[in-house]
DNA sequence: GTAATAGTGTCTTTGAGACAGTATCTT
DNA sequence: AAGATACTGTCTCAAAGACACTATTAC
């Protein structure tokens, strides 16, 4: 190892031609009855003027990992930290972007839209738009295949946890989690399958509370701190 | 996007900093009862002498993509094409490599024993390690940790999947499928249940031959041409 | 024949799907 | 009381676990 001493003294990381590396992220959230994702508007070359996932460069002087780099970002965007960031994967290669060689570190996250919806009101080149509209944008570089790859681990990843509580706000019932199930998987579940799966998880604890959002009113429930997601050994929606 | 022809007339990407990029595969596969995994000694600083991940850099003039990246360093080492290679994640950070901010894009790869026993015998700086014996080793930067991450992900897709067959040879039994799926999971299982998946994945067809393993002849068969994995709905070993 | 591995039959168990039934709230 | 939503009970169904059983080969 001490080899390596010397080796470092004359190292010059610039001498090396190296790839473009990005940091993008699909955040997710749920609103009047739509999954969305927040694009924003590209306000500088390249692809000035499309629409595109938040994201950017790494900055190497804070950022202590590249979910750093995509928290930086999302919280510039919308104010808060989401409540769920996991990696998704790569992309890479010579053509994705004009500038060369380029690799993204592609980042899916979930957010309450009641906790972010003040502060991205402000924010006139961000917008939520809905899954079914992704169509009637122009996106940036390869963007929408990321995002097609987001929604792809989202779903599957519904069909076996409770991912969608992350969707939430801190507290909910069990008719808000049936209703972003569903809204994410795009089809209808038995509520009485998710509330088995629900106390099997060991996941959650009643507030006490309970909230009138029908005609009876319904238990509200958060997730006990410090537990982590459970992961099921079956899929919903197996068939 | 006419602007982005002037910007890019004026962009020179090696303005920016920016971090090193490195793509390192875990390689797997099944010897003498034991999940193995592929080491390399590092000739070179850093580290030099401590053992690590078969990878490198990106070539930018030849890889589109760090699969291709992967692949090829694969090849060097192996001489073969592995069967299986998805993408692991990336890990980041300033101080994972001396050299400075790093970032490594992992794959993992699975490959049968008797495919490259050949050509790796005659490269005397790479060595196949059975999991158990990791610990003997030092290994350079986080690899272990990657090991680990790999592991781990080889176990939770054995069990909703039929991963361990690209461990096997073209050819092969059920036994031997048995054989592998126990070995990477560490314990027994139903062999009745392995069947009943082999028969509803639809992913193998019979080759008509059959191989005295053990007292009876059993039936090999191999994976159909062109047909994808299958994911299974349930988990083995759920409980 | 025996021993050993290959392969099948079938009962139990687990947890999802379906859906009827009861409880509680607003009007 | 009526209507709506919250919640429960319980039957069915699919696939894994367990394990006994039969089949084929080597000796």
Redesign the interface.
Known sequence: ?T??V???NR?D??R??????TVDSVLFTLHQQSLCVLLVERAA????GLWGLPGG??D?QQD???RATALRKLTEKTGIVPSWLE?L???????RD????S?T?AWFALIAWEDCEPHIATVSDARWVPVEQLGDYALAFDHGDIIQMALSRLRQKT?YSLLPVYALPACFTHGQLQEATEIILGQPIQRKSLIRRFEASGMFEETGESAATGARKARLWRRKPGVDIHLF???LL?D
């Open positions: 190892m080899a390596d010397d080796y470092l190292y990381a610039s090396f031609p190296s790839p473009l590396v070359p390249p692809q000035q460069f790494i190497m202590d990992g590249t990696e994967g790569t992309v890479s290669g010579p053509g004009p500038r060369g060689w690799l570190v069909m050994s079956r899929n197996a």
